[in-house]
């Protein structure tokens, strides 16, 4: 855990919030006296990868799906 003092959290803030964000723990203090921690709301959901094409074949679009309506294209005359 990591110990940061209040000037330097305003400064940094942005990016303490991130590595919060992330999991870790910043106990922020004031005249070297802890007055706060910063910690994550929960526990970080490990992300993977992207898979391209899961869905493939699963979504459907309708034959007139990009064809603008004749009474929506007037809105724009």
Do not use: C
């Amino acid at each position: 855990m990591e110990q940061i003092n209040m000037a330097e959290a305003q400064d940094k803030f942005s990016d303490l919030v991130r590595r919060a964000a992330s999991g870790e723990e910043i106990t922020i203090t004031e005249n070297g006296i802890p007055q706060a921690k910063l910690v994550p709301l929960s526990e970080p959901k490990p992300q993977s990868p992207r898979v391209p094409g899961l869905l493939k074949g699963l979504i459907q679009e309708s034959e007139d799906f990009d064809q603008t309506p004749e009474d929506v294209i007037a809105l724009f005359g």
